[in-house]
């Protein structure tokens, strides 16, 4: 244990590994602060803000995937997944634990816009416009979450936040089509 504590290789892994953690803060710090400022902007700066986040978040997507070293990949990638879970979980605590449905959708928004093919930001925006009574808005943005990836009915059936909406008679079409597409899957 003492050889390997004194050892180069692992002095040398340790540094790159603090320049890869320092890295990643000085990517994210600018971004975190703006994701951070929404919630007191007014409408105007939250469109600015948007921009710039949407913007920043989906460049780390692209550098991660342009990157041409591993050590720079990662670091991308990382910082994108950090702030991506930052803007969904803004949201969720203005939804949750403040009922601010609109800061709520405009997080879930933008984090759908960084991801438009990811199901969940889109699931997220249905459970803010049922719980602010927007039904309709609801149904489609559950739509486009399907369309995206969403599979299980019963998930959304039971989904605490969608509850309002189980008597609609467009929320009941949305879950027997569910049904009806899991049912013609081929199992596995």
Not at 28 to 50: I, P, W
């Amino acid at each position: 244990m003492t050889a390997l504590q004194k050892s180069p290789d692992l002095k040398q892994a340790l540094r790159k590994e603090q320049d890869a953690i320092d890295q990643q803060d000085s990517l994210a710090r600018e971004l975190s602060s703006k994701l951070s400022q929404v919630g007191g902007a007014t409408l105007d700066t939250q469109l600015a803000l948007r921009a710039d986040i949407v913007n920043g978040i989906t460049s780390l997507k692209h550098d991660a995937g342009q990157a041409k070293n591993e050590e720079t990949r990662l670091v991308c990638l990382r910082t994108f997944n950090q702030l991506w879970v930052e803007g969904i979980e803004s949201g969720q605590a203005a939804m949750e634990n403040n009922r601010d449905f609109a800061r709520a959708e405009f997080y879930f928004q933008m984090m759908s816009d960084v991801t438009p093919n990811d199901p969940w930001p889109a699931l997220l925006l249905a459970e803010a416009n049922a719980l602010r009574g927007d039904r309709k808005r609801a149904c489609k943005v559950l739509r486009e979450a399907i369309k995206r990836g969403l599979k299980n009915p019963e998930a959304i059936e039971k989904d605490a936040n969608l509850q309002s909406m189980r008597p609609d008679p467009e929320f009941q079409q949305i879950i027997a089509g569910l049904r009806a597409q899991a049912g013609s899957q081929p199992a596995h």
